[in-house]
T-cell receptor, first 111, second 113 residues
Framework: EDQVTQSPEALRLQEGESSSLNCSYT??????LFWYRQDPGKGPEFLFT???AGEEKEKERLKATLTKKESFLHITAPKPEDSATYLC????????????FGTGTRLLVSP | DAMVIQNPRYQVTQFGKPVTLSCSQT?????MYWYQQKSSQAPKLLFH???????NEADTPDNFQSRRPNTSFCFLDIRSPGLGDAAMYLC????????????FGPGTRLTVL
């Protein structure tokens, strides 16, 4: 069974204090790994898709990387507006496959 | 411009009283999903439509039904809501074979009294 585990569950940072969120996965035949941001009471907002080990993508203060077993979301010099829950999800196998989500990392960035 | 729209944003219903949530999309995507998300939990897929083909997850209760009258609209019907059905319901869409990113709506928060 495909599994996604995110750590830590919660992370508190000071503004400007860089850190990384982890998403480890166990799947058969990864098709894609997705990062989403979710603000309280809202739907997930798409950030990145990674398809193969070694791939990296960046957007503003965020950088996502992928290995064969895990993905990292690096946050450089975060700001309070980066506070949110970050969800990781994978698609695997052949044919149509659903997204399997992790439970997310709740990030709080204090001024 | 709004791409995936859900109405209402907040819905209050009584125990056992049927309720319908709606989703519309302006992306012309052929795949639409319904997820249930409870507090501090991962979104859980209930079912999806690939074009007109309905696909139910094995563990989705019979109490949950869905309709997709056309490409743009999809409905979630909860026939007899229980207290355990209180959650955020998320609609998402994607295009192609399903390996692309899914775009989510803002969600409908359902309260069951």
């Amino acid at each position: 069974e495909d599994q996604v585990t995110q750590s830590p569950e919660a992370l508190r940072l000071q503004e400007g204090e860089s850190s990384s969120l982890n998403c480890s996965y166990t799947v058969s035949g990864l098709r894609g790994l997705f990062w989403y941001r979710q603000d309280p009471g809202k739907g997930p907002e798409f950030l990145f898709t990674l398809y193969s080990a070694g791939e990296e993508k960046e957007k503003e203060r965020l950088k996502a990387t992928l290995t064969k077993k895990e993905s990292f979301l690096h946050i450089t010099a975060p700001k309070p507006e980066d506070s949110a829950t970050y969800l990781c999800a994978v698609q695997a196998g052949t044919g149509f496959q659903k997204l399997v989500f992790g439970t997310g990392t709740r990030l709080l960035v204090s001024p | 411009d709004a791409m995936v729209i859900q109405n209402p944003r907040y819905q209050v219903t009584q125990f056992g009283k049927p309720v319908t949530l709606s989703c519309s999309q302006t992306l012309n995507h052929n795949v639409m999903y319904w997820y249930q998300q409870k507090s501090s939990q991962a979104p859980k897929l209930l079912f999806h439509y690939y074009d007109k083909d309905f696909n139910n997850e094995a563990d989705t209760p019979d109490n949950f039904q869905s309709r997709r009258p056309n490409t743009s609209f999809c409905f979630l019907d909860i026939r007899s809501p229980g207290l355990g059905d209180a959650a955020m319901y998320l609609c998402a869409t994607t295009t192609g074979g399903g390996y692309n990113e899914q775009f989510f709506g803002p969600g409908t928060r359902l309260t069951v009294l």
